[in-house]
């Protein structure tokens, strides 16, 4: 890992910021901006027929983690992979992986964080300002392979709409935190600057943590020494970046691009040694004309570029370099409203190139080439509203082989998959609304799904790729209902996810070291429900909530009745919060069943209860805002692991989830 004396820190700067910003006499007040829910609502209703969670401002403050997976984790029907604290993805409804849509502002996310447990997802939650999470079938203007979801990073590095008057403005935000679990430090600025005419954005940030503190003592050997703490080891990480934005604004649009980078080195906790170095840059570009007078109101258009690469290495020695480089075309219109139908229609090319070279490259260089149309309309009664998409695809697939490796040989897969969606909102009165969504997904297999052929330690597995693979079909219905009075409201979430040829990596020679495991396809099926609400109990000069939670997903093999593996079990959690002017207090409990239902072989995890608490504070004068806060996690330092980890497998006892950690911090807003 990189020297931490030549680590940039950003953490002092904004906190010089903060103190300075504290001088002045401060108001109480809250803030009033209500933002729009854009994922899966191309039409920006104010219903929506699919579930859809929205992590922003002091809730996006309080659940921040290092990475995404565990910054979501907890949230109705989403869990993460947990591969120790710096690389976790979202698990949606008990789908991980390539059926899960990591997007950068509705584009796609070119990383390798698919591939393998162990790879980061190359988005920082220290640097967004909204995260939304599109759960169940209305996913296809994203791509028939999220069937399980999509989650959308939504950052301010190219606006949308003028921040400023014809006078200009400089706004801007600026974080400072630690922690005492991994002692962190961590830092953020970003900053806006503009008139009516144009925005300039610029963020930085950085992170840096030590091992993670857990309930029981681990053994680690480094240099040929081990000793024994209640830490987890190889934990540790630095994280670093930054980017430039700008928008141009005209009578009818905009034009906006930002250059983004993000540099990271951590440990890989699998391995007492093992580390990875990740860089990654992406160059976005995005405008919009609107106001047309045709049969088309606007056309949006979004171009990225990403160059993604990491470095595994063993003791200090480099071993294995991954690189992803790709980019991604979306054009979407607006059509002209028909009477009470209203509709998108949208084409969007994708191109990606993947090569893995060293010791650990156990999949060929690779080449994907995708272009899609797509078509969402919507049809308005005095009910409610009635909705249909479709989607239609073209992928191609090429084994490039390998320039050292007589393993990988030259091949090519093409593939048409089709999808279509059914949805409708019945609002049955001002208070309840009834939604049901019906979609027929297919998905073309990946890369490594087809082509891998070697050992991946990081799942401690033999793997061998299917170049006949076919499409992944799944039928999928969703069928919801909300209720809401007031501050008092609850939701309830019945899913099913029918696979007929479902893309399994499956035991087919445990006798062998690593155990061999072959992608296959077979019938499979997800269910499950989620359920959320809110009870107002007190509303006398400030307010008292309870908030509820519960989700179940249950998975298995169709024909075998096999349980799938690394699924959540039954989750239950509580949150009392209250709230009196800027002054905020909360505290809340997950409990966690245990999970049996495994596969053959498998370990179950025991269940577990873990408590959690917090504080905030909002001050506000004029246009300036001063929030401090502080984070209790894992109050009575539980020892739990989790059931989504393959090192709850792979490594029986090496990875519990962290234990007690207070987290405190400042936020300027201005």
Known sequence: MPDPKTFPSFSRTALAVLALAALPAWAQEEPTLEAVTVTGNPLGAQDLMAPVLRLERDELVLRTRPTLGETLDGTPGVSSTYFGPNASRPVIRGLDGDRIRVLSNGGASQDVSSLSYDHAVTLEPLLVERIEVLRGPATLQYGGSAVGGVVNVIDSRIAREPLFDAGGGVSGKADVAGATGNHEQSGAVLLDAGTRRYTLHVDAMSRQTQDVAVPLDIACTRGGV?????????????????????????????????????????????????????????????GELRDFSGPLRSVQAQFSRSDYRHTESDAGVAGT????QGHELRLQARQARWGALDGVLGLQFEHNEFSADGTEAYAPYSRTRAGAAFAHEEYTTAWGRLSAGARVENVQVESLGHPTLVTFTPATRSYTPTSQALGALWKTSPEWQVTGNLSWNERAPKDYELFAHGEHVATNAYEIGNPDLAKERSSNVDVGLGWQRGAHRAQLQLFQHQFSNYIALELSNPSTVPPEYRYTQVPARFSGVEASGNVRLLERGGSLDLGLRADSVRAENSSTGQPLPRIAPLRLGATLHW????????????????????????????????????????LRSGGAQLLWYAR????GDTLAYSANSILTQTAPGRAPLPGRSLKAGLQLSF
């Open 632 to 635: 209790l996690d894992n109050l």
């Open 226 to 286: 081990t000793t024994t703490a209640r830490r987890l080891c190889n934990s540790a990480s630095q994280s670093w970046g930054g980017a430039l934005g700008g928008t141009l604004y005209f009578e009818r649009g905009y034009l906006g691009a930002a250059l983004s980078t993000q540099d990271s080195s951590y440990g890989t906790v699998a391995e007492d040694e093992v580390s990875i170095a990740m860089r990654s840059t992406r160059l976005a570009l995005e």
């Open 321 to 324: 370099l991954f690189k992803n």
């Open 579 to 618: 709230q009196q002017g800027g002054a905020g207090a909360r505290v809340g409990v997950d409990q966690l069943a245990a999970q049996d239902r495994v596969p053959d072989g498998q370990l179950p995890t025991a269940g577990y209860t873990l408590w959690h608490a917090a504080l905030t504070y909002r």
